[in-house]
């Protein structure tokens, strides 16, 4: 397949340019700010044509029962952990998960990375407390640092060129290890994924293919948007929109059918296979009284969605001995399960899961390797949300598979 070349349109007026945007750093008066946009603007692309041509035609299998995806990795990436050696042990665990879930269900599985690009996190809280301290929250590497004090957490837009190069790091690696398994023509991957979050960033690295005219977002194979930025007249929304790109959209417990529905004709108007991929991240309580009204909606309109489970975001809650933000493993199974029950009694296909899973041995959630609290603090590592180990996304890869496990928990 050909990868036309691409071109940038400087000057150009986006349609996302004169819509509001959330979550969004505020450093547009910094001195750096102009001089790293126009060197985003003019640097080479991350992803190819040929790349994300390939995945949206992987992706159309989805529609039907003949292939599986599983979309896995960090909450949020550090900038420090985008070397080869971080990055094939990443690709190896998500090779390892997808293998499993495609020999117990005896399917082939699309594998995407939460990397090569997850670098900026939404927020509740603007500040956080440490110690007698208020400090501007964490936000991703992208917009500033973990390291807890007040300088330090400071923005600073030159991270939007340290977000680009550790990207680029990462997207090379996983293209090799495509092309060592001979899966630039296969349908497995490993692709890259992340938040489109931050316009300041990913509208510099929108470019016009030279012999279509359709606009790509290079930063990544599939963008996709949040919970919190879903809005139907926000600059996230509306960038997706205008690109052709595979897009996710993530659906948390007060989005209700209208909203979705709307969201299903902004983002995949002319209703194209592997386009559009739905995420529901409503947590195990609401998910029964949610998901069904929206998936009737959405399935009566004749929209070709691929439904996509996250049972992890809709689960965290505060640990009360250690206050550390935790999952129980069996709330993130049985919202998993449940989701899959609603997809199918809606004759249509379960897709997959989209989970946050670490390469290393943490123990961030609670079940099965880690049997309570005090377990919490022996290896707690996130930058943000608590990631599932390798054990534990096992176990849920398994019961989803088999379709039973923890759904009296």
Not at 23 to 45: D, F
Not at 267 to 295: A, F, K, S, T, Y
Not at 299 to 307: C, D, F, K, L, Q
Request: negative net charge; glycine residues 8%; aromatic residues 6%.
């Amino acid at each position: 397949m050909r990868s036309p070349g691409f071109t940038a349109d400087f000057g150009e007026l986006w349609p996302w340019e004169s819509m509001p945007a959330a979550q969004q750093p505020e450093w547009r008066e910094h001195a750096a700010y102009g001089e790293v946009c126009r060197t985003l603007a003019s640097a080479p692309p991350l992803v190819t044509v040929a790349e994300i041509q390939h995945l949206r035609w992987s992706l159309a299998r989805l529609l039907t029962a003949e292939a599986l995806i599983l979309q896995a990795g960090d909450c949020a990436e550090s900038f420090y952990e985008c070397t080869e050696p971080h990055t094939t042990e990443k690709l190896r665990v998500i090779d390892t998960l997808g293998d499993r879930l495609g020999d117990l269900a005896d399917r082939s599985v699309i594998r995407v990375g939460r990397m090569g690009g997850q670098f900026a996190k939404p927020r509740s809280q603007a500040t956080e407390r440490h110690g007698e301290l208020s400090i501007p929250s964490f936000r991703g590497h992208m917009i500033n640092s973990e390291i807890a004090a007040p300088p330090t957490r400071q923005i600073n837009p030159r991270r939007m060129l340290w977000a680009y190069d550790a990207s680029g790091k990462v997207l090379r690696a996983m293209r090799e290890h495509r092309r060592g398994y001979g899966r630039m023509t296969a349908l497995a991957g490993p692709w890259s994924s992340h938040e489109a979050l931050v316009i300041d960033y990913e509208a510099q690295l929108v470019r016009r293919d030279s012999d279509t005219n359709d606009l790509y977002l290079t930063s990544t194979h599939l963008p996709w948007v949040g919970e919190r930025t879903r809005h139907l007249d926000g600059a996230q929304v509306a960038l997706l929109a205008s690109v052709v790109n595979p897009a996710g959209c993530k659906i948390g417990p007060t989005a209700t059918p209208d909203d979705v529905l709307h969201l299903c004709e902004t983002l995949n108007p002319r209703r194209e296979l592997g386009r559009l991929m739905l995420i529901p991240r409503m947590g195990r309580d609401r998910i029964q009284d949610v998901l069904p009204p929206i998936v009737r909606r959405v399935v009566n309109a004749g929209h070709p969605v691929i439904w996509v489970s996250d049972p992890m975001h809709g689960n965290t809650v505060k640990s009360p001995e250690v206050g550390l933000k935790t999952r129980y493993l069996a709330d993130v199974i049985t919202e998993a399960l449940q989701f899959r029950d609603i997809i199918e009694e809606n004759r249509q296909h379960a897709a997959g899961l989209h989970i946050e899973v670490a390469a290393s041995d943490v123990t961030e959630c609670i079940g099965g390797s880690v049997k309570g609290e005090d377990d919490l603090l022996r290896h707690y590592s996130s930058l943000c949300d608590p990631r599932l180990n390798v054990d534990q996304a096992t176990e849920l890869i398994e019961a989803w598979a088999k379709g039973v496990a923890t759904r009296q928990a």
